[in-house]
């Protein structure tokens, strides 16, 4: 993928598309459309969710090499896996047939989405309504390259916190981005769960996984399975994305494959 080698970040931006797009009404591209009441503009994705151009780019290409045959939502999740490859990440293989969807569901992004202050608690049960488990919570919070202005509450290494201090000073202009996976942008590996067993998770819903009282019962285990063996890290998260790419797909006569990822067919 050529848009990669412009700006590496753009691999988390298409995983993340994928991800925002099997959680609201499933893996149907419904995140694609546009118009001011689409999940384009829904608080977790407004400003934030990025690379709809190059999945534009991407289909214009595969519909000039064949026409109405692969749909918005599989080329999501063909992007997702060849970015985390191109990440030095691990590959898989990816099901394909999904078909695109016809709606868009602002309220749904609004509500299914995880949000970065909740307890570990609620976002797993946002995973698990759409049949996704506690392994997967924590095999999928990893490899964030930017994002976040605001410390948190849960942070506990200190040359961190000032860091984010100086760079987000109180009343800043909100606009100044800071890598989620510290030491190791742009590469996909485990050092995410290294750094909450030393306190630098970035987003109190990254650092919550180990450091909160649900932790101990919960994830911390699992974070520090992943901080040591990135093998079975690897192979864990290659089971959750499978399984993520295939929530609820749109199959059969469903849904349609659409010309334009951005508007459903006339
Ligand atoms: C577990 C609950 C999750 C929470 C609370 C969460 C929250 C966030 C937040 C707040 C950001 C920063 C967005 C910004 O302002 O730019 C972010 C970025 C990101 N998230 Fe998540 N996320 C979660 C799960 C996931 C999952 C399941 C995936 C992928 C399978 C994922 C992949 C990413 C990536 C790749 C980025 C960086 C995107 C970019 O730089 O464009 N996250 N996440």
């Known amino acids: 993928m050529n848009a990669l080698k412009t700006e590496m970040r753009m691999a988390?931006?298409?995983l993340r598309l994928h991800f925002h797009d099997c959680f609201v009404n499933g893996c149907d591209a419904s995140i694609l459309l546009d118009g001011a009441d689409g999940e384009k503009f829904a608080l977790p994705n407004n400003n934030s969710a990025r690379g709809y151009e190059v999945i534009d780019s991407i289909k214009s290409a595969v519909?000039?090499?064949?026409?109405?045959?692969?749909?918005?939502?599989?080329?999501?999740a063909i992007a997702a896996r060849d970015s985390v490859l191109l990440s030095g990440g691990t590959g898989w293989q990816v099901l394909l047939g999904r078909r695109d969807g016809l709606v868009a569901n602002q309220t749904g992004a609004n509500?299914?989405?995880?949000?970065?202050?909740?307890?570990?608690?609620?976002i797993t049960?946002?995973?698990e309504a759409?049949?996704?488990n506690l392994t997967d919570v924590v095999t999928f919070r990893l490899f964030n390259f930017s994002g976040t202005n605001a410390p948190d509450s849960t942070l506990l290494d200190q040359?961190?916190?000032t860091g984010l201090q100086n760079?987000?000073?109180?009343?800043?202009?909100g606009s100044r981005t800071t890598p989620l996976d510290w030491n190791s942008t742009d590469l996909?590996?485990?050092?995410?769960?290294?750094n909450l067993v030393k306190g630098r998770g970035v987003l109190e819903s990254d650092q919550v996984l180990y450091s909160s009282e649900q932790a101990k019962t919960t994830t911390r285990s699992i974070v520090e399975l992943y901080s040591k063996n990135p093998k079975i890290f690897f192979e864990e998260f290659k089971n959750s994305m499978i399984k993520m790419g295939n929530i609820q797909p749109l199959t059969g006569a469903a849904g349609e494959i659409r010309k334009n990822c951005r508007v459903v067919n006339s």
């Open 125 to 127: 049960l946002k995973f």
């Open 167 to 173: 760079l987000c000073p109180v009343n800043g202009d």
């Open 188 to 194: 996909f590996d485990n050092n995410y769960f290294q």
């Open 12 to 14: 988390a931006s298409l």
């Open 159 to 161: 040359n961190m916190l």
């Open 130 to 132: 759409v049949g996704l």
């Open 111 to 122: 509500l299914m989405l995880p949000a970065p202050f909740e307890s570990v608690d609620n």
């Open 63 to 76: 519909e000039s090499s064949c026409s109405g045959v692969v749909s918005c939502a599989d080329i999501l």
